[in-house]
C-alpha cells in the first residue's frame, strides 16, 4: 500500500491530500514517524525517524497522531480482497502482503494482467493507491514493488532477474540496511550486479552466513532471512510484546503500574488471538539516562490470563527498579509460547477457563466497537492513546528477521 497510513487519514480528510503529512504524533512529541506523505518525504522524512527531527527537516508538515483502528479496518479490507485471488496469501505487515498466484492463471490471466485486475479491486473497495511487483520470488517481488511506487506495476518475466537487478543498489536487496550496505562497499560492492559477480565462498568468509544468502538473493532468489517457508503458512511468533514511551518521564508508581496493566491487555489479548499460552514474563525498562534493563520470571504454568501477565510485571517492575528513578519507557513481553496451557490442577484450570471466556468476549467486544470501548479496572488509569509507532493488537508479528 502506498503510504498507507497518510492515504487512509486523506480519506478521512481530503485537504491532506498533495500536502506534507506526517503519522506518528506532534512534532514535539517523543516518539517516530509512522507514515510520512510523498511530499514530506521529498524534504527526507522517513518511517522510524524521530517525530522532532521530521519537524526540523520538514516544518511545514502536518504532523498526525494517527488512528490505528482506521488502519487495522483497512488492512483487513485489503486482506479481503487478496483473499479473492489466491489463498496462498502471506501478511508481512499491516499494509504489505505477498501472494502465490501459481495455478490461477485460467482464474485471472498472466502475471501482468492478474497484477492489473488485483490493483485496480484494491482500488474499488478500499479507495486507496498501492504499488504491485510481480516476479518468480517473493524477493524479486518486493524490489519490483518498490521500484512501482508510487500507484504502479512492475513485472519481472522469469529469466530476466538478474538483468534487472544488476544496476540497482545493493541496500534495494531486503535485509540490507546501513551497517551491511557500508560493509558491502568497504569491498567495493556497489550494485547488486557487483554481488552476483563474486564466489559464494568469498561473501562468507567476509559476511558469514548472511554473505551466503545475499549470493543467492543477488540472482532474485528467496535465499534465507525474511523469506522463509511457503506463502500461506506462516509461523507462529516467537515472543508477543508491547512497550510504551512516556511523553513526560516519570517515576510515578501508580501511573508506571497501570500503564504496565494496560499493556499487559494489549499482550494478553494478542496471544489469544494466535491461540497461544506464554510460560516467561519479561519486564523491560529505560530510564531518563537511556539505560535499559531486562528482567524477566518463568511461570510454573502457561497462561494468556491478562491479570497474571500483569501481575507478574508488577512484581518484577516492584523488585528491579530503581527508587526514585524516572522512567522514559516500559514495555511487557511473553515468551515461551506453546499452544495449550499444559497441565493444571482443576481449580487452577476452571479459573483459567472462566477468565479465559470473559477475555474472549472483551476482545469480541473491541473487535466491533474498538480498543477503547471496553477494559480491565486496573487497567483503565494506566490508558493511554495508542501511538502509531507501537504494536498494534491485529497486525501480523513479523518474526523471520533476516540474520546478519
Not at 60 to 82: C, T
Amino acid at each position: 500500500m502506498d503510504a498507507f497510513f497518510v492515504s487512509v487519514e486523506e480519506l478521512y480528510d481530503p485537504s491532506l491530500r498533495g500536502k506534507p503529512v506526517v503519522v506518528g504524533g506532534s512534532a514535539t512529541q517523543r516518539g517516530v514517524v509512522s507514515a510520512a506523505s510523498y511530499a514530506a518525504r521529498k524534504f527526507g522524512v522517513h518511517s522510524a525517524m524521530p517525530l522532532r527531527t521530521a519537524h526540523q527537516l520538514c516544518p511545514q508538515a502536518i504532523f498526525v497522531e494517527g488512528h490505528p483502528d482506521r488502519y487495522r479496518k483497512y488492512s483487513n479490507l485489503v486482506r479481503e480482497v487478496l483473499g479473492r485471488f489466491t489463498p496462498q496469501v502471506e501478511m508481512a505487515s499491516i499494509d504489505e502482503a505477498y501472494l502465490d498466484m501459481t495455478g490461477t492463471e485460467r482464474l485471472h490471466g498472466p502475471p501482468l494482467l492478474a497484477a492489473h485486475k488485483l490493483h485496480n479491486a484494491i482500488r474499488e473497495a478500499t479507495g486507496l493507491n498501492n504499488s504491485i511487483g510481480a516476479g518468480t520470488s517473493r524477493l524479486l517481488a518486493k524490489v519490483c514493488s518498490d521500484q512501482a511506487k508510487p500507484h504502479g506495476i512492475v513485472w519481472i518475466p522469469p529469466g530476466a532477474e538478474a538483468a534487472f537487478l544488476a544496476p540497482l543498489a545493493v541496500r534495494k536487496i531486503p535485509g540490507v540496511g546501513k551497517v551491511t550496505e557500508q560493509k558491502l562497499h568497504r569491498l567495493g560492492i556497489r550494485q547488486v550486479g557487483d554481488l552476483a559477480a563474486l564466489d559464494a565462498k568469498f561473501l562468507a568468509e567476509h559476511l558469514g552466513e548472511w554473505g551466503l544468502a545475499l549470493a543467492g538473493k543477488s540472482r532474485g532468489l528467496d535465499a534465507g532471512g525474511w523469506f522463509v517457508g511457503e506463502i500461506g503458512a506462516e509461523p507462529e511468533p516467537k515472543s508477543i510484546s508491547h512497550e510504551h514511551t512516556f511523553s513526560v518521564d516519570t517515576a510515578d508508581s501508580d501511573a508506571l503500574e497501570a500503564a504496565l496493566a494496560h499493556m499487559s491487555e494489549k499482550v494478553g489479548r494478542r496471544l489469544r488471538e494466535h491461540g497461544l499460552w506464554a510460560r516467561t514474563i519479561q519486564l523491560k525498562l529505560r530510564y531518563s539516562d537511556f539505560s535499559t534493563f531486562t528482567r524477566a520470571l518463568t511461570l510454573g504454568h502457561a497462561t494468556q490470563i491478562d491479570t497474571e501477565i500483569y501481575q507478574t510485571a508488577r512484581e518484577l517492575l516492584r523488585k528491579n527498579r530503581r527508587a526514585g528513578a524516572a522512567i522514559r519507557l516500559l514495555g511487557v513481553q511473553t515468551s515461551g509460547l506453546a499452544p495449550e496451557a499444559g497441565q493444571l490442577d482443576l481449580l487452577e484450570g476452571a479459573q483459567q477457563e472462566r477468565m479465559g471466556r470473559a477475555l474472549s468476549a472483551m476482545d469480541k467486544l473491541r473487535d466491533k466497537y474498538g480498543e477503547g470501548s471496553v477494559s480491565l479496572a486496573l487497567g483503565l488509569q494506566g490508558r493511554f492513546k495508542e501511538r502509531t509507532h507501537e504494536a498494534l493488537p491485529n497486525a501480523p508479528d513479523k518474526t523471520a528477521k533476516p540474520k546478519k
